[in-house]
Every structure is written in structure tokens, then in C-alpha cells.
């Protein structure tokens, strides 16, 4: 079986992690987010998915150091829960995750050119397919660059805003009528911009020393990010308040311009964009990876298992990816697909819990591992359930389908054997 390159050191995961989180939360999820959950309820919501997602973190990390290669929970639902469970978490990520990729793509074209919003996203899924099959090296280089845009980007927001008249931290309310039901529907959708933590396990076949690598690098980049989050959060509902936020089709920018300063609107704009784009990069390398962990066992066509001679990476899985994402742009708006896609990553992340609830005690660790997993799993299927209605039909309508035909086709394979 070929394998591939281990190339990556604790900053580039760090870095992939970032670019893999900032972005979906801040430009897409904190406005929905908002009108879920209210003021008080939004900044709540954020530290819960926080909460959940470090306790998914711990649960990978230890993962991961013990099964160092490609397809993340599929991986390790089947080596410690059986081949079932794996398929079902493989399944959860490659469909959720690929409805993210489009409506990450759709997004980056109503950002750039609404008139051409759909023909901007086919390029763009283009131009990061392009970048991924270069190799894992580029794809870190290049997350390099777009992370530190989007990091000038929020930071010109959140200095802007703090530093502006109209900032008033009286907007956010009190926490008394604060509403338990909005604040578990915001988290599920919150968390929905934490799910990237994990995309160095996801790509744990190309870290270098990865029993090292990923305990170190998963935590620092979930950190980093729900720092970064809370800030801008805070500022966002300090300018606007609840109600303008959770109407805002560009919050950010309209956190800029109601603090005075329109001209820098077109800065966010921009950063809006990059960090978008740095999302659907290290989106369509992850779900590239799953799929090809998935060919390797058959689960998926074998086809696809093939590793490029000389890049090193799964050209072929990358490029179905690029091929079904680019279907599902052109078929309409897909933002909707934001809760769908929490809904599978979510029951993904439990299963993850339940994995790792399957390990030993890990000698020199401090945390209490097993109640980190055991608050992971309780976490995720909470959230999870408490998302849109129309979401959670949908998510577990397509995991009940794919396990369908799991079962199917073992029966079939059975018969012929």
C-alpha cells in the first residue's frame, strides 16, 4: 500500500488547525448563531462548543498519536469499536463535510461577485483542488498566507470596534432571560466552526513524530481560535447589539462601518474571503483523506485509494471530492447546509469519544481523560439533537441511509463469497 509523506511539524499543524477553524465561525455561524441564542446566550453558546470541542480534542489527540495515518474517527471507530461504527463516523464526515465545502464555496462567490456567485465558486473549489494536489507542503504554505490575512482582517475589527463610540458592552444584556433551548441550538451550530481542530489527525498520515506532534498542536490551535472567537464576539455585540448582528448578512462589516469607518469595510470583506478560502482548502484535503482511508477498506470505491508517485497525496479522492462539490454549487444556496453538517460532524466526534473511551489510562497525563470523553460524547449527541429540526432529520436521515447500505452490501458481499 503506498503511503503518504510525513512532512508536517507542530507549527504546520498549528497552522492548518487555524485555517481550518477561523473563518466559518466568525463569517458565517455568529449570525445565526445570534438569533438563536440572543446576547448573553451567544457568548455562552461559544464557551460550550468551546468545551465540547476541547473534550473531542483530547479524545483525537490521544487517537491519533495511537493510529498516525489518514481518515481520522473512521480509523479509530474501526479499530477500537468495530468496522460499523467507523463506516458510520467516515460516512458522517465525507457527506457533512462535503456540504461544507460547498456552501464554503458558495459563500466565497457572494463575497466576491454575487452576480457570478456560482460560477466564482466552481473556480474557487478549483484553484484549492489545484493547491492540494501540489502537495501537503503547499497546502501548509498556503494556509500560512491566509491565515495571517484573516488574522489582520479580525484584528482590524475587533480594534476598530472596541476603540469606537458607538461601542457600549451594556448592548450584549443580561444573562437572566437567557433561553436554555436557543443556547444548545447556537452551540450546534457554533461548534460547526471548531470542527476543524481535529483536521491534523484527519491528516495524521503526513505528521512528523506524530505521538508528539498532535497532543501539542490540536489543543494550541483550538486555543488560539476560541480566544479569537470570544473577542470578536464580544465586540460584534458590544457595536451592534443581539438584534443587528443576527440580522447582518456581513456582520463584521457592519461592525466596521456602524463604528464609523466604511472605507475598511472592503478590508473585512476581503479577509472574509481569504479565510473562507482557507477553510475549503484544508475542508477538501480532509474529506480527501476519509475517502481515501474509506477505498483503502473498501468501504469506498478501491479506485480511489491511489497515492500520486511523486506528490504524495490521494489525487484521485481529491479530485472526486472537487467533482461532487462542484455538482452541489450548482444546484442552489447551499448556507442551509450549515446544520446539516453539524448534525454528522457531531455524531462523527461521538463516535470519537466512544473510541477513545476504549483506551488505557495514558501514563504522564494529567487530564482525566476518560471524563473529558465521557463529557465528549455526552456533549456532541446533546448538541447535536438540539439543532434545527429540519437539520437533525436530515443529518440522521443520511446516516441512516449510508448505514443501509452498509448492511446491504456486506450481505451481498457475504452471498458471494
Not at 448578512?249 to 474571503?273: I, N
Not at 485509494?305 to 461532487?324: G, K, L, Y
Request: aromatic share 6%; net charge positive.
Amino acid at each position: 500500500m503506498q503511503r503518504l509523506a510525513r512532512r508536517l511539524g507542530v507549527p504546520d499543524a498549528v497552522v492548518i488547525g487555524l485555517g481550518s477553524m477561523l473563518g466559518a465561525g466568525v463569517f458565517v455561524v455568529f449570525a445565526p448563531a445570534a438569533a438563536a441564542a440572543g446576547g448573553p446566550g451567544l457568548l455562552i453558546a461559544l464557551a460550550l462548543a468551546g468545551f465540547v470541542a476541547f473534550c473531542n480534542a483530547t479524545s483525537s489527540a490521544r487517537l491519533a498519536a495511537r493510529y498516525p495515518e489518514s481518515g481520522g474517527s473512521y480509523v479509530y471507530g474501526r479499530e477500537r469499536l468495530g468496522d460499523f461504527a467507523g463506516f458510520v463516523a467516515g460516512w458522517g464526515f465525507i457527506v457533512g463535510k462535503t456540504a461544507s465545502c460547498a456552501a464554503m464555496a458558495f459563500t466565497i462567490g457572494e463575497y466576491l461577485w454575487p452576480a457570478y456567485a456560482r460560477p466564482v465558486a466552481v473556480l474557487a473549489v478549483v484553484a484549492v483542488t489545484a493547491v492540494n494536489l501540489g502537495g501537503i507542503g503547499k497546502t501548509a504554505r498556503a494556509t500560512r498566507v491566509l491565515v495571517t490575512v484573516t488574522l489582520l482582517a479580525l484584528g482590524t475589527v475587533a480594534v476598530v470596534g472596541s476603540l469606537s463610540g458607538g461601542s457600549d458592552l451594556s448592548r450584549i444584556g443580561g444573562f437572566g432571560g437567557t433561553d436554555t433551548r436557543g443556547v444548545l441550538t447556537a452551540a450546534g451550530l457554533i461548534f460547526f466552526a471548531f470542527a476543524g481542530y481535529a483536521r491534523i489527525a484527519t491528516l495524521g498520515e503526513e505528521v512528523r513524530d506524530p505521538e508528539r506532534t498532535i497532543p501539542r498542536a490540536v489543543p494550541l490551535a483550538l486555543g488560539l481560535v476560541l480566544l479569537i472567537y470570544l473577542v470578536v464576539a464580544v465586540v460584534a455585540l458590544a457595536v451592534l447589539g443581539p438584534d443587528r448582528l443576527a440580522g447582518a448578512p456581513a456582520p463584521l462589516a457592519e461592525v466596521v462601518t456602524s463604528a464609523g469607518l466604511p472605507g475598511l469595510a472592503w478590508l473585512v470583506r476581503v479577509g472574509a474571503v481569504i479565510a473562507v478560502t482557507g477553510v475549503l482548502l484544508s475542508l477538501v484535503a480532509g474529506v480527501g483523506r476519509t475517502v481515501l482511508a474509506m477505498a483503502r477498506r473498501h468501504d469506498l470505491p478501491g479506485g480511489l485509494a491511489a497515492v500520486h508517485p511523486r506528490r504524495r497525496v490521494p489525487h484521485r479522492a481529491e479530485v472526486a471530492v472537487a467533482v461532487v462539490v462542484v455538482v452541489l454549487v450548482t444546484l442552489g444556496d447551499l448556507r442551509s447546509a450549515i446544520g446539516f453538517s453539524s448534525v454528522t460532524v457531531l455524531v462523527y466526534y461521538a463516535i470519537t469519544n466512544a473510541a477513545a473511551l476504549t483506551l488505557g489510562r495514558d501514563p504522564g497525563r494529567r487530564l482525566p481523560v476518560r471524563a473529558l470523553a465521557v463529557l465528549g460524547l455526552v456533549g456532541c449527541l446533546l448538541l447535536a439533537v438540539n439543532l434545527p429540526t429540519t437539520s437533525v432529520l436530515a443529518g440522521f436521515g443520511v446516516l441512516a441511509l449510508g448505514a443501509a447500505w452498509y448492511v446491504v452490501r456486506r450481505r451481498v458481499t457475504r452471498q458471494h463469497t
